[in-house]
């Protein structure tokens, strides 16, 4: 089942108010931080806070992930107790570095007991996490992984690299491309990071359609204000909809049911372009329910 991950906000778990209006915006995820977004001393109550908020339930729709602290805090194991409990769709983990990490994840899950269905997703923001992304990926292979996705993190990966984070990402460029890469070699979704000024639309907007053109699935965001330009951007357009559905319809003619290729509107079309035609439309109809609701 295609899930839609437009937009996906990040809400820091030690604020209750944010929690509660999370269940009204209409992003496609939420992210219930325990990591950067929470200060030590308020780690206990945000953890208590993130699974009353889970609980409770009234989401709706909405993809919900818990990010736990990194694997090498002191936080982590209590993190993961109460994700585990609590039973979100996915557990976000940070500074992801190895395969090693994801199997220590999916070792303490099963410890846990957790439920077979949450889903584990990787945050990609170190240079050896960059570097491994191909060997971080493959361990979806191994379905007791859970691994579901990447999630980029380029503030950590300027910190940690000096890269600057200019207009354009220019110096970032070759990173996420690898990084895609590794994910849809094996099967996994990938968001692309934040954009940390809340005030640039215009900035913001350009950011998101690089983000699309170059295969990210979503975005993550800081702010409720980001949510409508990222679903925009990732939305497919009404004409790139009915392209694919004439796409479709021109291979579903009995005269072309054999073919492997054929001339629609001057441009020959192959099967491969069926199979991006039928995302196209499971994507857009998948939005539409999600509205719907």
């Known amino acids: 089942m295609i899930r839609p991950r437009r937009s996906v906000l990040f809400m820091p778990g030690s604020n209750a108010r944010a ?3 999370a269940r009204n915006l209409p992003a496609d ?47 982590w194991a209590d993190d993961l107790a109460m ?9 976000l983990v940070p500074k992801v570095s190895s395969p090693e990490d994801i199997q220590k994840i999916a070792a303490k899950l099963t410890a846990l007991k957790a439920d077979p269905a ?35 993190g380029p503030n950590d990966i300027a910190r940690e690299t000096r890269m600057r984070m200019l207009p354009g990402r220019a110096a ?10 590794a994910a849809r070699a094996y099967g996994l979704e990938i968001l692309d990071g934040p954009y940390n000024d809340i005030n640039d639309v215009a900035g913001f907007s350009k950011e998101c359609a690089q983000g699309r053109d170059m295969g990210f699935d979503g975005k993550t965001l800081i702010h409720p204000g980001q949510i409508d330009a990222a679903n925009a951007a990732y939305t497919p357009h009404p004409d790139e909809v009915a392209r694919a559905r004439k796409i479709m319809g021109a291979f579903d003619a009995p005269e072309n ?3 492997g290729v054929v001339q629609l509107d001057g441009q020959m079309v192959e099967r491969l372009h069926v199979e991006m035609a039928k995302r196209t439309i499971a994507i857009a109809e998948a939005i539409a329910a999600m509205k719907a609701n």
């Open 19 to 21: 929690l509660e209006k």
């Open 29 to 75: 995820g939420i992210i219930l931080d325990l990591e950067d977004s929470v200060a030590p001393d308020a780690k206990p109550i945000a953890r208590d806070q993130i699974a009353q908020a889970v609980a409770a339930k009234g989401f709706g729709k909405r993809e919900i992930i818990i990010r736990t602290n990194n694997l090498e805090s002191p936080w």
């Open 83 to 91: 994700a585990a409990k609590a039973a979100p769709d996915g557990i």
């Open 118 to 152: 949450i889903r584990v997703w990787a945050m990609i923001e170190t240079p050896i996490g960059v570097l491994r992304a191909q060997d971080i990926a493959a361990q979806a292979r191994d379905a007791k992984t859970r691994l579901a996705g990447f999630i980029m």
């Open 172 to 181: 970032m460029l070759p990173l996420f491309t690898h990084c895609i890469l």
């Open 257 to 259: 049911q054999s073919k």
